[in-house]
């Protein structure tokens, strides 16, 4: 009770200096303010300069939003049918996603075995080998293996996988793609491998699938490339997503042909492991172990005609050797390479008698020839019948 008075006249004398202070004006009380103190004059002059500033800073901006995408198209999405002739986009498909990526996901790359029988230098021509049992997944022999090498057109079978994998429905087969005639001037210039297909020619994209593996074509490796992902260059970023996630460190691509470039590389059994994850695809399966295929074409002047596509390994290098086989498997598909920097390389896929899959890589070979009869050796030495 004693502090009631005291908060009461507290409370008074409060309200007396309030009932006293002057009373202000709101202009009164703005021009109290920090900003008031400020006095913003614009003559002429000085709004022609801050114009000036504004507009070098918006031609700036969008110099800059030029720069940042160098003149590029931007794919954020993979759409349900390429939408243009030679158009798409998208990333590398995962398992599950289109209806021909049925691969295994994550890390693919092909371990050791338990003891790895070292090929000896003398026994094969190839600087480079490595022999797979695909029974048990692992490198049962090795030459160097991991050592880089350079993959000229064994680099096709990764072409093919991520070609296969991005295609959003399986009637994109049937879409038809013209070849252009950058591309046919591009692949010309280069000495790159092929059919001989001409510019404003249309074939499927079922029949470039097909000439890439059996005629090791550079013109269809491009075009697929552009179908698929806009451009060859994107389409390459997507072979490298894909290497990346199936563990390949030593793998990098910088082209889907496999011409030389000196950071274009891989190693025997990063190859080995590419064409294992290759032959367990239902479509990229279908694809390389077929001999024989007859492309439909339209010519640029409207006539039809196909193409025959022979495998360049197992009908024309075959026919060529008198012994073309192993003792204890039988080779089923294969792919071939060559350039002046890697020599020649070759990649086999092959079976035994009951069903037992293998894979071989060589490298750096003086011939073909020489290629087959390093297999040969391989297979025969390393592989129980």
């Known amino acids: 009770m004693q502090n009631t008075p005291r908060n009461d006249e507290m409370i008074r004398t409060h309200r007396s200096e309030t009932a006293t202070a002057p009373v202000r004006t709101v202009d009164e009380v703005k021009a109290g303010w920090p900003l008031a103190r400020f006095q913003f004059r614009f003559d002429e002059k000085t709004t022609v300069l801050l114009l000036l500033i504004l507009a070098i800073l918006a031609v700036s901006l969008v110099l800059s939003l030029v720069l940042l995408i160098g003149g590029r198209e931007i794919y954020f999405d993979f759409p349900a049918k390429p939408q243009e002739e030679n158009g798409g986009g998208g990333v590398a498909a995962e398992k599950g996603d289109f209806p021909y990526a049925d691969g295994v996901s994550g890390n693919v790359m092909l371990p050791w075995a338990d003891k790895v029988n070292i090929i000896p230098a003398d026994s094969i021509n190839a600087a480079h080998a490595a022999l797979a049992d695909l029974s048990t997944g692992e490198i049962i022999a090795s030459r160097k293996a991991d050592e880089a090498i350079y993959p000229a057109s064994m680099t096709k079978v990764m072409t093919l996988i991520v070609a296969v994998e991005n295609l959003p429905s399986e009637d994109c087969l049937q879409d038809e793609i013209t070849i252009s005639q950058a591309v046919y001037d591009e692949m010309t210039a280069a000495g790159s491998s092929g059919k001989g297909f001409d510019p404003g020619e249309k074939l499927t994209v079922e029949s470039l699938l097909y000439a890439l593996i059996l005629e090791s074509d550079g013109i269809a490796a491009c075009e697929l490339a552009r179908y ?19 563990g390949l460190s030593g793998t990098h691509f910088e082209n889907p042909t496999g011409l030389y470039h000196p950071n274009h590389k891989s190693t025997a059994r990063e190859i080995a492991s590419i064409m294992a994850y290759a032959m367990s695809m239902r479509l990229c399966r279908k694809v390389m172990l077929t001999q024989v295929f007859n492309a439909p074409c339209t010519g640029a002047d409207g006539k039809k005609f196909n193409y025959t596509c022979y495998h360049k390994l197992t009908v024309h290098l075959f026919e060529s050797n008198a012994v073309h086989q192993a003792q204890t498997v039988t080779i089923l598909a294969g792919k071939t390479g060559f350039t002046d920097e890697s020599r020649y390389c070759l990649v086999t896929y092959a079976e035994t008698k009951d069903g037992h899959g293998y894979v071989c890589v060589t490298a750096e070979g003086s011939s073909y020839n020489a290629c087959i009869a390093d297999y040969i050796t391989i297979y025969d030495a390393y592989v129980k019948p």
Request: no cysteine; glycine share 6%; hydrophobic share 45%.
């Open 228 to 246: 698929v992902a806009g451009s060859v260059e994107d389409f390459v970023e997507l072979m490298n997503q894909k290497a990346e996630k199936m």
